[in-house]
């Protein structure tokens, strides 16, 4: 829901920007986690040593301070305001509409995040409400032209093949950090200390960069580059990470740069380009089930990623050896390979207001 609202309430020239800002707060998120649990190992440090049942304490602090965030963020989403597109593209609501578009006005979000020819056709569009319409069918009859389901397929396709290899390797990274001997032998505490460290180093080097270049060019250079230029270097950053696994595990260092490489391209592509383009690309009235759509299918892809990961990784070898894991890497390269296919179905909205993307669809169906 967080892309839908925000590309509704955005301006043309900043939408994209502001959406991967909201998405970049997974980054910050996946940063502030290793934060947390470094914290949290150094209170409980001494207690592990001495018994090591008591991590069963460690990972319930950090699951539950993991809930704060998300509690505090109910009361902010009960009390946002529909946007006027959607109060009166879906709901039919006129006085709803004009309540959010002088809402709004008041407190300048217009001169923010919106031009005036928008703010225009949004009043324009709540003057000229339509006639209640049946969701179910509309969004039968949308998607019934292939020139909108192949759209559809696009966006829901990237994102599944995306969160195949995304998941399957940020779900399962401290197998990828053993595997390159980041964490040793030592103890419990020790691999779980070094485990930590260099998930926090993935994140600050490559996770979070990756956001946030895709923050500031994302506007220049459109989503639909970004999406092909990530999805093509991770193609080419996994097969080197096939082909090259055993030799490069004896220099760890250039192994773990080109590991971080690979997670800023996912962020600096398609990660985040997935969650934005399905929140610009269709109409009001089937935006956030079309966006919905897409999200589940890349959540289809990363559990499966999370089931097979494991299984795959061990095959021809003892367990822990993690034998099978370049060819693994090699299974992903194709994955994405495949992504960048299926991203040339997928339009691009790089300064196109919502009602001009819509207007471009209706023209296709006509």
């Known amino acids: 829901m967080s892309a839908t609202v925000t590309s509704e309430w955005a301006s043309a020239g900043r939408r994209g920007q502001l959406m991967s800002i909201i998405f970049s707060m997974q980054g910050i998120g996946n940063m502030m986690a290793s934060v947390m649990t470094i914290i949290i190992l150094s209170i409980w440090k001494d207690a592990i040593i001495e018994d090591v049942d008591n991590l069963d304490i460690v990972w319930r602090v950090c699951i539950g301070i993991g809930c704060i965030p998300a509690v505090s963020t109910i009361y902010l989403r009960l009390t946002m305001p529909e946007s006027p597109r959607y109060a009166m593209d879906v709901e039919n609501d006129v006085e709803k509409a004009n309540q959010a578009v002088a809402r709004a006005t008041s407190t300048n979000v217009e001169a923010s995040s919106a031009t005036a ?3 225009i056709a949004q009043k324009n569009a709540v003057a000229n409400a339509k006639a209640k319409r049946n969701h179910g069918r509309d969004f039968v009859e949308y998607f019934s032209r292939w020139e909108n389901l192949k759209i559809l397929i696009g966006t829901s396709m990237t994102w599944f093949l995306l969160d195949i290899a995304f998941y399957g390797i940020s779900l399962n990274q401290s197998y990828v950090l053993n595997a390159m001997g980041f964490v040793g032998d030592g103890t419990v505490f ?5 485990t930590t460290l260099g998930n926090l180093t993935v994140s600050l080097l490559g996770f979070v960069p990756g956001y946030w270049f895709t923050v500031f060019l994302i506007e220049k250079m459109g989503r639909k580059r970004i999406q092909f230029m990530g999805f093509a270097m991770l193609t080419i950053l996994f097969i080197i990470l096939s082909a090259a696994f055993h030799q ?5 260092p250039l192994f773990i740069g080109i590991f971080t490489l690979a997670q800023f391209f996912f962020n600096f592509g398609p990660n985040t380009t997935t969650f934005v383009v399905p929140g610009e690309v269709f109409p009001t009235r089937v935006r956030a089930t079309a966006h919905g759509i897409s999200a589940a299918s890349g959540k289809l892809g990363a559990i499966l990623a999370t089931f097979l990961f494991n299984k795959l990784v061990e ?9 099978f894991l370049p060819e693994v890497l090699g299974i ?6 495949l992504g960048f296919l299926f991203t040339f179905l997928i339009p691009e909205t790089k300064g196109m207001s919502l009602e001009e993307i819509e207007q471009r669809g209706m023209k296709t169906e006509a």
């Open 117 to 119: 020819d928008e703010v």
């Open 190 to 194: 020790d691999n779980l200390w070094r």
């Open 248 to 252: 490069l595990k004896t220099i760890v």
């Open 315 to 323: 095959i021809g070898g003892k367990p822990g050896e993690h034998a």
């Open 332 to 337: 992903f390269a194709g994955i994405m390979a």
